[in-house]
């Protein structure tokens, strides 16, 4: 099953370099149903929207990030 991305919870956040791989890692392990994430194209450096299936995975990784 592929998340639809036009309902899907998303955010969008600054990533440093190298800590993609982190952020990631942080979605597999703590994610219960499907996610995507792409480059923020509004931004032209380090910037990637996250999109969420679940609102709760979408809230668990909101503050996890602040």
Known sequence: MSIDLATAHKTSIKVQYGDLADVVDWCKRNCKN??????????????????????????AFTLWKK
Do not use: H, L, T
């Not at 994430?37 to 509004?42: A, L, R, V």
């Not at 032209?44 to 969420?52: A, E, K, M």
């Open 34 to 59: 499907e996610w995507k994430f792409m480059e923020d194209m509004n931004d032209q450096w380090n910037g990637y929207v996250f999109f969420f299936e679940s609102y709760r995975d979408f809230v």
